[in-house]
């Protein structure tokens, strides 16, 4: 079975860090791009980051770029957003996504069900 | 950067037909995907690259993309379709994948 699943969300203070991870099975990690997407409390979907198949290509959205940095490690099958400078709009539930081929172009096909940050004093 | 825009809601008796909006320029020279999502549950792939449905799909899930507006057509609406439905694209020259807000289906 085609798998995602998120981990490493929590409370944490404006300014702090935090590394959210996204285990995949079923399938063949390295031949897929990836993204991560949030939902903040009341909104829609927002894209985060991106990263291809291979590693070697990044995308941000403006608003986390700078203070995010999405990795991933195909030998582990794993996915990961490393989020620093948190702030309170960060606050949202993070869900990873595979896509469905190398690249962003391919829509997203896989879903975790999400990992909840919430930034607050 | 690239702008989709939804209706925020739309309504539909069991049966009939649902019909949700994704308007952005010149939306139909781009593929577009749409989404499903209920409460508390994961995204779902409903259409991709304009018309394509997944595996598991039902075919009453339709999809076209033309001019300014993609269009995901729901046939004999059921009380399990109600949901929001997003429309997303990757807008190329600013390297952005871009969701629509999305739109509540009622039943």
């Known amino acids: 079975e085609v798998q995602l699943e998120e981990s490493g969300g929590g409370l944490v203070q404006p300014g702090g860090s935090l590394r959210l991870s996204c285990a995949a099975s079923g399938f063949s990690f390295s031949d897929y791009a990836m993204s991560w997407v949030r939902q903040a409390p009341g909104k829609g979907l927002e894209w985060v980051a991106h990263i291809t198949s291979s590693g070697d290509t990044t995308y941000y959205a403006d608003s986390v770029k700078g203070r995010f940095t999405i990795s991933r490690d195909n030998s582990q099958n794993t996915l990961h957003l490393q989020m620093n400078s948190l702030r309170a709009e960060d606050t949202a539930g993070f869900l990873c996504?595979?896509?469905?081929?190398?690249?962003?172009?391919?829509?997203?096909?896989?879903w975790g069900h999400g990992t909840t940050v919430t930034v607050s004093s | 950067s690239y702008v989709l825009a939804q209706t925020p809601s739309v309504s539909a008796a069991p049966g009939q037909t649902a019909r949700i909006t994704c308007g952005g320029h010149?939306?139909?020279?781009?593929?577009v995907n749409w989404y499903q999502r209920k409460p508390g549950q994961a995204p779902v792939l409903l259409i991709y690259s304009d018309r394509n449905r997944p595996s598991g799909i039902p075919e009453r899930f339709s999809g076209s993309n033309s001019g300014d507006t993609a269009t995901l057509t729901i046939s004999e609406v059921e009380a399990g379709d109600e949901a929001d439905y997003l429309c997303?694209?990757?807008?190329?020259?600013?390297?952005?994948?871009?969701f629509g807000g999305g739109t509540k289906l009622t039943v």
């Open positions: 010149r939306i139909g020279t781009i593929s």
């Open positions: 996504a595979k896509h469905r081929g190398a690249g962003a172009y391919y829509a997203m096909d896989v």
């Open positions: 997303q694209v990757w807008d190329t020259s600013s390297a952005h994948v871009i």
